[in-house]
């Protein structure tokens, strides 16, 4: 893994990890490094000092420099906590609203998701969005049968 040090054409400073050097340049070309706190894709490497351990503190690295305190009143803490955060908050609503988008569009058919599922792809009953209930082996049956379903994504305070 490794640790760059980024900023997007807005100047908002951010970090991230990546597999390789040759992983981040793949993710900028294909657009997928973001700026956790504008969107903006037009990301590059920005200076960072370099960790360094000695023979005898192996193990022990210097902590890198604290960042910089950004200068627009938009711009967010940066650091890896503040990025995960952002990132966290930005996936977390993706998902609430592709399952929103789900529930309003679909019939939710409940413990008979697996028999609908069957008689649709079947051509016993005709295709409509359902969602409802599978039990993991109902669920691995169904796509054993070439039947393509998705678990419907929760959040943690959709249990609370």
């Not at 997007?8 to 400073?13: A, G, L, V």
């Not at 993706?94 to 569009?105: A, P, Q, Y």
């Not at 016993?124 to 082996?137: L, T, V």
């Amino acid at each position: 893994m490794i640790h760059y040090a980024l900023r997007c054409d807005r100047d908002h400073d951010f970090e991230s990890w990546f597999q390789s050097s040759s992983a981040y340049d793949s993710q900028v070309k294909r657009k997928l490094v973001t700026c956790p706190i504008c969107g903006s894709a037009k990301v590059d490497k920005a200076i960072m000092a370099p960790r360094i351990v000695g023979k005898k503190g192996r193990g022990r690295a210097t902590p890198p420099p604290e960042a910089a305190t950004a200068t627009t009143p938009e711009a967010a803490p940066s650091g890896p906590t503040s990025l995960l955060m952002a990132q966290e908050r930005e996936l977390r609503a993706k998902l609430k609203e592709l399952r929103d988008h789900i529930v309003k569009n679909a019939d939710n058919v409940g413990e008979r998701f697996a028999n609908e599922a069957r008689a649709m792809h079947y051509g016993d009953k005709e295709h409509r969005p359902i969602y409802g209930e599978a039990s993991p082996e109902e669920a691995k049956s169904l796509i054993d049968e070439g039947i393509e379903v998705s678990p419907l994504p929760t959040l943690p305070e959709d249990r609370n």
